[in-house]
């Protein structure tokens, strides 16, 4: 009895953080109306020198964090994955909606490059924003 215990105390705060967030957050245009509608995507265009937010990738609402050594990572359909130094991360899109934590531009999860399959888009541009 007291080992079901203990697994249960080690497995409870792991599925707590798989359930942080609402079915389909950070998925392929996850709130891309409300990014449109905000204004936020057509200010990421003129911002931007990448091509982020035009026909390559889609963006969607999603959610930033950083490592212990300063890499930043953007969930991406349940997964989070490294936002690559190539990618345009800005801090001055300031029409994302204020309930947003960023706006992430990225390709489908399922790309195949050769004969390997990516569990992580491509990530084109990120705006991080000041929302939960």
Not at 83 to 89: K, Y
Request: a negative charge.
């Amino acid at each position: 009895m007291r080992y079901f215990i203990i697994a249960c105390v080690c497995i409870a705060p792991s599925l707590a953080v798989a359930d942080e967030f609402p079915p389909g957050f950070g998925g392929w245009a996850y709130n891309h109306g409300r990014l449109h509608e905000s204004g936020a995507v057509d200010e990421m265009r003129k911002k931007s020198p990448k091509d982020c937010c035009r026909g390559e990738g889609e963006c969607r609402e999603s959610h930033v964090r950083w490592d212990a050594n300063n890499i930043p990572s953007a969930y991406i359909d349940g997964h989070w994955c490294p936002i690559p130094s190539s990618a345009d991360l800005r801090f001055d899109i300031t029409k994302l909606p204020p309930d947003m934590q960023a706006m992430v531009c990225a390709g489908h999860t399922t790309q195949y490059l050769g004969e390997r399959r990516t569990v992580c888009p491509e990530i084109f541009c990120v705006a991080i924003g000041g929302g939960v």
